[in-house]
T-cell receptor
């Protein structure tokens, strides 16, 4: 079965520090997708990125960057120059194909990031 | 502003009550989802609708009854709930069932069962 491990339960940093959120996954599928979602205190989950298993290029979007390493089954997320607004719970997720042929997401337990001024 | 709207934002109900949660999206998405999230836990999938038909039911107790009247609306009917059903209920949508990754979530309905 698919599994996503986010070993860091909570991280606290001071504004402008860089911070990396770790994600390690397990899957038997050869084709799969990895995701990061952000959940601010307001409650809704916000989609950040989707990465397919054939694309190992790292991606940068503003202050956010993602490092996908298939060899270590990791998909880590780095926030550069963190800001207070980055405070949220961040979930890593992995696609899982169901018996009916559709897909659903398997979420990690989440990492709560607190950025202090 | 979120493009998936959920009402009510907060709901308190007794174990004998019948209530409904509502979800609406106008992005033309054809797949809609209900998730349940307990405090400090990840979301857990409950139901998935694709083109207004129930596609996935994650063995959810029958006291939760989903309904998809049209492609823009998703309801969750609640009856005879237990206190342990208290949670944040999140609705989400995606372009279609096989594009589940890029989900658009609402802000959730926080349910308290007394």
């Amino acid at each position: 079965a698919q599994k996503v491990t986010q070993a860091q339960t909570e991280i606290s940093v001071v504004e402008k520090e860089d911070v990396t959120l770790d994600c390690v996954y397990e899957t038997r599928d050869t084709t799969y997708y990895l995701f990061w979602y952000k959940q601010p205190p307001s409650g809704e989950l916000v989609f950040l990125i989707r990465r397919n298993s054939f694309d190992e290029q790292n991606e940068i979007s503003g202050r956010y960057s993602w490092n996908f390493q298939k060899s270590t089954s990791s998909f880590n997320f780095t926030i550069t120059a963190s800001q207070v607004v980055d405070s949220a719970v961040y979930f890593c997720a992995l696609s899982e194909r169901t018996q009916g042929g559709s897909e659903k997401l398997v979420f990690g337990k989440g990492t709560k990031l607190t950025v202090n001024p | 502003d979120t493009e998936v709207t959920q009402t009510p934002k907060h709901l308190v109900m007794g174990m004998t009550n019948k209530k409904s949660l509502k979800c609406e999206q106008h992005m033309g998405h054809r797949a809609m989802y209900w998730y349940k999230q307990k405090a400090k836990k990840p979301p857990e999938l409950m139901f998935v609708y694709s083109y207004e038909k129930l596609s996935i039911n994650e063995s959810v107790p029958s006291r939760f009854s989903p309904e998809c009247p049209n492609s823009s609306l998703l309801n969750l009917h609640l009856h005879a709930l237990q206190p342990e059903d208290s949670a944040l209920y999140l609705c989400a949508s995606s372009r279609d069932l096989f594009y589940t990754g890029e989900l658009f979530f609402g802000e959730g309905s926080r349910l308290t069962v007394l």
